[in-house]
DNA sequence: GCCGTTTTCGGCCCGACTGTTTTCAGTCG
């Protein structure tokens, strides 16, 4: 076995023969017992319990698996004795009998129900009980039929949601979130460069090009040996099920799904693949033109002459760049190539220097104990302050969330009070910025006063009920928020979340014509289920000259690490650091949080 | 099931909206 001389190879094959579970893993469970407590109808407070317990566990800041298999848990907020020892048993069997045995009573596919919109326990226990409902296929089966409707508590309207719901599902169907495949992907990508037969290798395709979801990941490596590694990768120890498997390609599930694909090239042929593979077909198009202009035809492999067209002397590759270079252009970022305009602006010299994550110098829009997140004020401004942040936002929930524990008037003054405090401490090397949440009400009205507001350093305004208003009133009702001249940034613009609901109606030019009216910064929202405002807006943001904010919206302080996949999202906007006020230092950032506002 | 604690059990997160009802249950945030 070649890759026993890699230590990524060797990690893995340790990591497999632990008979322990990770913490996703174990989560999950958490989570799954949580639903299936639901279905059975017992005690709302206990299923809330599991239900906190499987955050716990999923933001815990430190190996919380290990502290459970040594029996170190006791202390941790959230997790009592019967958890504890629950997590002692994944973390040293792998598996947990208690769950085992309550799952044995439901179908498998059972819990995919519970991702589709407008069915909760309730309606799926009647439908399981009643119709024998135990899947996705059954439920569109019940639906279709009629049988459905006729459920007590039932009828056409529930239906036509369901069935809503259902088509959105099938559209995205085998698409992933960039946080369901990014550990997998650098993972991968590890173990393949430290392949000692594979020179290069790299992810390529829509991942590489910085999209919010991915429907597989490409890998490509250079190698002489192809078979040796082709066989190798398709034996590593994330790989469920081998797809296909050649000399010089092979396709395989990981664990979760996702389909991985390899292939093979020699060293000269690999910046033309990686160019290839990484597309988008759009960029390819134009390319292969470009090439064909030249007198030459490029593919995967190569450029060639094209025969009875005397082009120029074919230049040597070694990168992409070269390539290029070649058909007389600036190397264009991954993440721009999607056929928008990056032609031009590489030919004229005009391509953003795209934001980069070590640009970021803090982070707004974050939560604490004090409403819905996992970690203290304290736990928060250490996490940040240990990622080389200067500065930390923090914007709790207000009132009117009630559901996320939103801060009433005295909480959040407490807050403010807490976090002058905490800075007097930091003694100006680092500083927490007090700030809320604050609710966008259905008239666009603030859930607090501009006399509240007035007192603190910055505000973010988010919609998070009502959603489902004309997209002309949704708009208005956004557009009043922002003429407040207290609100500083606008949150989640269209509240989407990514493969499973849909964005509300709102008139995003309209909305951006406003912010530059308003002075308002627009939030890049960084949560992988969200990246909300969505990258095919900043360039008219940017245009309009409104600023950016990359915004991790942590829960928790592993939540800050969010950011790079804002960064992403920003660097598929043209953004560059220049667009984004969080990468101000101390010191200037403040300015641009009362640019336009009358704070 | 967790927490807090005057250590033994009571309290734990509330309101809007929708659709099916005819006074409310379920879902969502």
Redesign the pocket.
């Known amino acids: 076995m070649v890759f026993l001389a890699s230590g990524a190879f060797v990690f893995w094959i340790f990591l497999a023969m632990l008979p322990g579970m990770t913490r996703e893993a174990a989560a999950q469970i958490l989570e799954r017992i949580a639903l299936l407590l639901e279905l059975k109808g017992e005690?709302p407070?206990?299923i809330?319990?599991?239900k906190t317990?499987a955050e716990v566990v999923e933001s815990y800041p430190g190996d919380i698996m290990q502290l459970a298999a040594e029996q170190k848990l006791s202390g941790i907020?959230?997790?009592?004795?019967?958890?504890?020892d629950k997590l002692y048993e994944m973390a040293t069997t792998g598996k947990l009998e208690f769950f085992d045995n309550l799952r044995a009573e439901f179908p498998e596919t059972l819990f995919e129900l519970f991702e589709v919109?407008?069915?909760?326990?309730?309606?799926?226990a009647a439908l399981y009980a009643e119709l024998g409902v135990g899947s996705i296929a059954d439920l569109k089966r019940a639906c279709e039929s009629g049988e459905a409707a006729k459920l007590?508590?039932?009828?056409?309207?529930?239906?036509v949601?369901i069935l809503e719901s259902l088509a959105f599902r099938d559209e995205h169907a085998s698409e992933f979130r960039v946080d369901q495949v990014y550990g997998l992907a650098l993972a991968i990508l590890e173990a393949l460069r430290a392949h000692p037969a594979v020179s290069r290798a790299e992810v390529c395709g829509s991942f590489r090009r910085g999209k919010e979801t991915v429907h597989d990941l490409d890998f490509l490596c250079a190698t002489k040996k192809p078979e040796e590694v082709i066989a190798d990768f398709v034996g590593l120890p994330m790989f469920e099920k081998v797809i296909a498997q050649g000399g010089t390609k092979a396709s395989v599930y990981a664990a979760n799904g996702v389909q991985c694909d390899l292939r093979a090239v020699s060293s000269k042929e690999f910046p033309f693949a990686l160019n290839y593979f990484t597309g988008s077909k759009e960029h390819n198009v134009v390319m292969r033109q470009r090439a064909l202009d030249q007198g030459w035809s490029l593919n995967e492999y190569a450029f060639t002459p094209v025969e009875g067209k005397a082009g120029p002397v074919i230049p040597a590759v070694h990168d992409e760049a070269d390539i290029y270079r070649a058909l007389g252009m600036d190397y264009i970022e991954p993440e721009l190539r999607e056929n928008a305009g990056e032609f031009d602006a590489a030919e004229q010299g005009h391509l953003p220097h795209l934001i980069l994550l070590e640009n970021l110098r803090g982070v707004f829009h974050n939560h604490t104990t004090a409403s819905d997140g996992m970690a203290s004020l304290l736990e928060m401004a250490d996490a940040a302050q240990e990622l080389g942040m200067q500065y930390l936002g923090i914007a709790d929930h207000s009132k009117s969330s009630?559901?996320a524990?939103g801060l009433s008037e005295e909480r959040l003054r407490a807050q403010i009070a807490e976090i002058r405090e905490l800075n007097e401490k930091f003694e100006g090397h680092f500083r927490i910025f007090a700030g809320t949440e604050v609710d966008i009400l259905?008239d666009g009205s603030l859930d607090f006063s501009d006399e509240l507001l007035s007192e603190l350093d910055y505000c973010v305004a988010s919609v998070?009920?009502?959603?489902?208003l004309p997209e002309a009133e949704m708009t208005r009702r956004i557009i009043r928020a922002m003429e407040n001249p207290h609100v500083t940034m606008l949150g989640h613009v269209t509240g989407r979340l990514l493969l499973q609901?849909p964005a509300y109606a709102v008139n995003i030019p309209a909305i951006i014509d406003a912010a530059a009216e308003t002075g308002t910064i627009i939030e890049l929202n960084a949560s992988a289920w969200r990246l909300d405002m969505d990258w095919r807006w900043w360039r008219l943001a940017k245009e309009k000259g409104v600023k950016c904010s990359i915004n991790p919206d942590a829960h928790s302080t592993r939540g800050l690490e969010d950011v790079l996949y804002g960064v992403r999202a920003a660097r598929k906007g043209w953004l560059t650091k220049k667009d984004v006020i969080n990468c101000l230092p101390l010191g200037e950032v403040e300015k641009a949080l009362m640019k336009g506002k009358i704070r």
């Open positions: 005690n407070f206990k809330r319990a599991y317990g907020k959230g997790i009592g004795d019967a958890l504890r919109q407008g069915l909760g326990p309730k309606k799926i007590s508590g039932f009828g056409g309207k529930t239906v949601k009630f559901q524990n259905k998070h009920n009502v959603f489902n609901r």
